[in-house]
Antibody
Framework: EVQLVESGGGLIQPGGSLRLSCTAS????????MNWVRQAPGKGLEWVSI???????YYADSVRGRFTISRDSSKNTLYLHMNSLRAEDTAVYYC?????????????????WGKGTTVTVSS | DIQMTQSPSSLSASVGDRVTITCRAS??????LNWYQQKPGKAPNLLIY???SLQSGVPSRFSGSGSGTDFTLTISSLQPEDFATYYC??????????FGQGTKVEVK
């Protein structure tokens, strides 16, 4: 069964650090495009970061310089290293696989999502 | 950056109603548009990609249309399990695109 399971969330003080994990089963993390998407309480979805299968990474402006995405092929796991955390980083963090479709592979969509892990930044 | 604007932000409907949700992009995105459904406390679920392609396993009462800047998600006959929040997202270019602010479909 294709599945993603996030872990590592919790309560952290402003300025602190946290590492989120996302372990995949049924497919290979390193062969796919993998995203982190977050949702603040009562708010909409916000894309955070992506790790492309070829190794390129991108970040939303709101987290660039503070968050780092990485992966461990031996563990089939995606990570999000979060530093200098702020109250506005409080959210449920989802990891999601991005798949490709179309004759030229031009369509991208997130077709497998984890259940999410909650990060609360508060003193 | 391309902005995605959904309308309405919420709507009330009854089982059996035809429901239409609109998503507008701040510039042309051809048909690089996805739709997701999210129920409270759950992860989003992909419904439509490439503006009108139905994801495997999604009921045929869901359909998408549009190209350029204006897109529509239609539920032909609303079912009890369809009360949820719906998000559009563009996939024009790299990296993944922004989501719309969401449209909550509530019981009338």
């Amino acid at each position: 069964e294709v599945q993603l399971v996030e872990s590592g969330g919790g309560l952290i003080q402003p300025g602190g650090s946290l590492r989120l994990s996302c372990t995949a089963s049924g497919f290979t993390v390193s062969a796919n495009y993998m995203n982190w998407v977050r949702q603040a309480p009562g708010k909409g979805l916000e894309w955070v970061s992506i790790f492309y299968s070829g190794g390129a990474t991108y970040y939303a402006d709101s987290v660039r310089g503070r968050f780092t995405i990485s992966r461990d092929s031996s563990k089939n796991t995606l990570y999000l290293h979060m530093n200098s955390l702020r109250a506005e980083d409080t959210a449920v963090y989802y990891c999601a696989r991005e798949s490709v479709a179309g004759p030229d592979g031009e369509y991208y969509y997130m077709d497998v999502w984890g259940k999410g892990t909650t990060v609360t930044v508060s003193s | 950056d391309i902005q995605m604007t959904q309308s309405p932000s919420s709507l009330s409907a009854s089982v059996g109603d035809r429901v239409t949700i609109t998503c507008r992009a701040s510039q042309s995105i051809n048909n690089y548009l996805n739709w997701y459904q999210q129920k409270p406390g759950k992860a989003p679920n992909l419904l439509i990609y490439a503006a009108s392609s139905l994801q495997s396993g999604v009921p045929s009462r869901f359909s998408g249309s549009g190209s350029g800047t204006d897109f529509t998600l239609t539920i032909s006959s609303l079912q009890p399990e369809d009360f949820a929040t719906y998000y559009c997202q563009h996939c024009y270019g790299t990296p993944p695109g922004t989501f719309g602010q969401g449209t909550k479909v509530e019981v009338k």
